[in-house]
Nanobody
Framework: QVQLVESGGGLVQAGGSLRLSCVASRRTFSSVAMGWFRQAPGKEREFVAAIRWSGGSTYYADSVKGRFTISGDSAKNTVYLQMNSLKPEDTAVYYC??????????????WGQGTQVTVSS
């Protein structure tokens, strides 16, 4: 099973930016997409963004459209999440995920350990 390691989280003021990175220990030929999810205290984990390796199509939650950008570098087995205009409600643990089936939220089966993002008001 692929291992995913996130980095780049931290504390930032509202309106600021952060860039998250996720490196996969290996990239299987069956990997279809990678994505980001987040979980705030007391809430369920929610989908944030995803990218398909073939064609580069991207998908976003409505709450982050226009502020977050997902990108990937298949040669480096790495996916990024550029987060701009951050809001306090973006505070959460952000998880990287890998899918061998598709790019919908339920397709993701491999998870990283998470990185904390805290946005102060």
């Amino acid at each position: 099973q692929v291992q995913l390691v996130e980095s780049g989280g931290g504390l930032v003021q509202a309106g600021g930016s952060l860039r998250l990175s996720c490196v996969a220990s290996r990239r299987t030929f069956s990997s279809v997409a990678m994505g980001w999810f987040r979980q705030a205290p007391g809430k369920e984990r929610e989908f944030v963004a995803a990218i398909r390796w073939s064609g580069g199509s991207t998908y976003y939650a409505d709450s982050v459209k226009g502020r977050f950008t997902i990108s990937g570098d298949s040669a480096k087995n790495t996916v990024y999440l550029q987060m701009n205009s951050l809001k306090p409600e973006d505070t959460a643990v952000y998880y990287c995920a890998d899918s061998e089936f598709g790019s919908t939220a339920s397709d993701f089966a491999s998870w990283g350990q998470g990185t904390q993002v805290t946005v102060s008001s």
